[in-house]
């Protein structure tokens, strides 16, 4: 059987560019590829459960605007479909004057992006919203939120079901090649064939690439993020989403406390440096491989100055896996003492250039990005034919 679309990757993105293609075109014949035995295994299904509303992204940027846009996109999806979510807000607190600068700045940022409702906080203010949280100054961002993302996607999953499509778990993509009418695929199950490819591929992005015979533009280097429980007694604490002000130095939002839709209150994430990260997510005792050792090398524009970080606050990342107490301290300085305990972790997806460039570039692919409309292909690959054609064309993403 020849499919009009293979889709490889059972995430969140996986399962909302499978959704959108079907909605466009609902005579697709359509197959997704998870190499797991279920659906969102993987970051999906291991992260903070976080709405978010692009407060920190450059206005005009496609960024900002797949947050804001998708942000909406998601509330529908969710409403419509009867999955648990919550607009419960979160307030950014900055502990230091210099925090305080870089708090106007993205405030600014909110306004120019459109946010609704967000205001700036005093000391006395912060209290009102977070009776246990202290700073010099603080912003609420009301549309901020929380979402069962596993449940997401398992009504997509229903959803492609329903419309016709196919969805074959513990399928791993080992290569793909051009055949005489589109795209051969070798799988661990069985030889495919597709006039149209698009991966999904998350963690393994890259390795999708060279699967295709391409040469990545870029390599993943993974960061292990491990998140920890607050204890039940003191959980009291937290009412709403707690953030600290992101450091520009470091690539991610810092460690931050976040309530759970389905109950519950977790600190992170903390980073690990990623030896393991690349096949891991779940307890801290989870086995990598060797495979994921040797990154680095391939890596000429990963930058030098990330294995010396030590700021806790920002969740510099660690070459161990990060313990409870280390958590606490790095949101000590905005919020009081909560007693985590260790839970399962996710992972990150820096995306570092070439040596051309000394920067690591993140693709922060939040979840609400994937509820927008599928963008264009970037005009070097072949376009989605018109209805009646046929031309092949394969999309690593």
């Not at 909406?72 to 419509?80: G, H, I, P, S």
């Not at 399928?171 to 795209?183: E, F, K, V």
């Not at 700021?311 to 009081?336: E, I, L, T």
Request: net charge positive.
């Amino acid at each position: 059987m020849t499919y009009d679309l293979i889709v490889v990757g059972g995430g969140i993105v996986g399962l909302a560019t499978a959704h959108r293609f079907q909605e466009a075109r609902p005579k697709l014949k359509l197959l997704l590829l998870e190499k797991e035995a279920r659906l969102a295994a993987h970051q999906t299904g291991n992260n903070s459960g976080v709405l978010h509303s692009g407060l920190y992204y450059q206005p005009g940027s496609a960024k900002a605007q797949c947050a804001v846009q998708g942000l909406q996109q998601m509330l529908a999806f969710c409403r419509t479909h009867g999955i648990a979510h919550e607009q419960c807000g979160k307030i950014v607190v900055a502990t230091t004057p210099e925090e305080v600068s870089r708090l106007d700045r993205l405030w600014e940022r909110g306004h120019a992006n459109g946010l609704q409702g967000l205001r700036r906080l005093s000391p006395a203010q912060i209290k009102e919203i977070e009776p246990h949280a202290a700073g010099l100054a603080a912003l609420h961002v009301p549309q901020e939120g929380i979402v069962d993302y596993p449940a997401v996607c398992a009504r997509l999953g229903e959803l492609i079901r329903q419309a016709g499509g196919e969805i074959r778990l513990q399928t791993r993509l080992q290569r793909i090649t051009p055949g005489a009418t589109g795209w051969n695929l070798a799988t661990t199950t069985g030889p495919l064939e597709a006039k149209f490819v698009v991966t999904c591929g998350g963690l393994h992005a890259d390795r999708l690439v060279r699967a295709s015979g391409q040469k990545p533009a870029a390599t993943i280097i993974p960061f292990r993020g491990e998140y920890h429980q607050i204890k039940p007694d003191r959980q009291f604490l937290v009412r709403h989403l707690i953030y600290p002000v992101p450091d520009p130095k470091f690539p991610f939002l810092g460690v931050h406390f976040t309530r759970l839709v389905n109950g519950g209150v977790e600190a992170g994430p903390t980073p690990c440096w990623p030896l393991r990260a690349r096949v891991t997510v779940g307890p801290p005792s989870t086995p990598g491989t060797w495979r994921n050792h040797f990154v680095f090398p391939d890596c000429g524009g990963f930058s030098p100055s990330i294995p010396a970080c030590a700021a806790m606050k920002s969740g510099a990342p660690s070459p161990r896996p990060n313990s409870p107490a280390r958590c606490n301290d790095s949101c000590r300085s905005f919020a009081p003492p909560t007693s985590p305990s260790a839970e399962p972790a996710s992972a990150r997806k820096p995306c570092c250039p070439p040596a051309s460039s000394s920067r690591i570039l993140i693709l922060w692919r939040i979840a609400a990005f994937c509820m927008s409309s599928t963008p264009p292909p970037p005009p070097r690959r072949p376009p989605w034919p018109s209805a009646g054609a046929s031309a092949p064309g394969c999309w690593i993403g």
